[in-house]
């Protein structure tokens, strides 16, 4: 499963960027008010820590054919190839902007999915990734995780090229779970990052083996 960093918080990033192996980072503009950064400043520090990984910018427009010049523009802008993704909202207006982003070049990953139906059309539409909100559904009793291992399963059953970029965890168990119904990749916020590697029983051991083989090791490094 490839992980990528849900967020803007660029000193949370240098720091996950020293040891997670990181493939990409999702922004939205909710993420962007978090980090208190205006777009411009935001990406061009993200480009600095991810450098040809993903970069994944939302837009803004609510008109098909404004989706599509603003994904243009910040590929443009930031002078990013095809390491950029354009974040497109499953709205009939998306729906019509997602092809039309596909015949210019531009990767595209459909976001605010809360059902099977919207993922399998998104993915017909030629997304690239498709976003299923884990917490979210399961904030409202519709049972995130099975939402996202039926969008897994359509993928492998009418072959399309599509990945599941499942996103919204509350809990490292969530993201254990959607891995284990095959989603390709998660989305992920630096707290639950953290915690993803934490055990208590490796810290045990880890402190086992150093005392264990503290007068043993004579060979200098």
Not at 105 to 130: E, K, M, P, W, Y
Not at 163 to 170: G, I, T
Request: with cysteine.
């Amino acid at each position: 499963m490839i992980y990528m960093a849900d967020t803007a918080n660029i000193e949370e990033l240098k720091k996950l960027y020293k040891f997670f192996p990181l493939q990409g980072v999702t922004t939205n503009p909710t993420i962007l008010k978090q980090s208190g950064m205006k777009l411009s400043v935001a990406i061009e520090a993200i480009q600095e820590l991810v450098g040809k990984g993903m970069i994944h910018v939302q837009v803004i427009s609510s008109n098909a054919d404004d989706m599509v010049r603003e994904a243009k523009k910040y590929k443009s802008y930031f002078d990013l190839g095809d390491n950029f993704y354009t974040k497109i909202p499953v709205s009939e207006e998306g729906y019509k902007a997602m092809p039309k982003l596909k015949e210019a070049g531009i990767n595209v990953t459909a976001t605010a999915i809360f059902t099977q139906q919207q993922a399998l059309v998104a993915s017909r539409a030629g997304a690239d990734f498709v976003a299923p909100y884990v917490s979210r559904l399961d904030n409202i009793s519709s049972h995130g995780i099975e939402v996202a291992a039926d969008i897994v399963q359509n993928t492998k059953e009418f072959g399309l090229h599509t990945k599941v970029l499942a996103a919204s965890f509350k809990t490292v168990d969530q993201i254990y779970r959607v891995s284990m119904a095959g989603a390709q990749a998660a989305t992920i916020c630096p707290e639950l990052l953290f915690q993803l590697i934490k055990h208590p029983m490796t810290d045990i051991s880890i402190r086992q083996f150093e005392a264990d083989g503290k007068d043993l090791y004579d060979i200098e490094f």
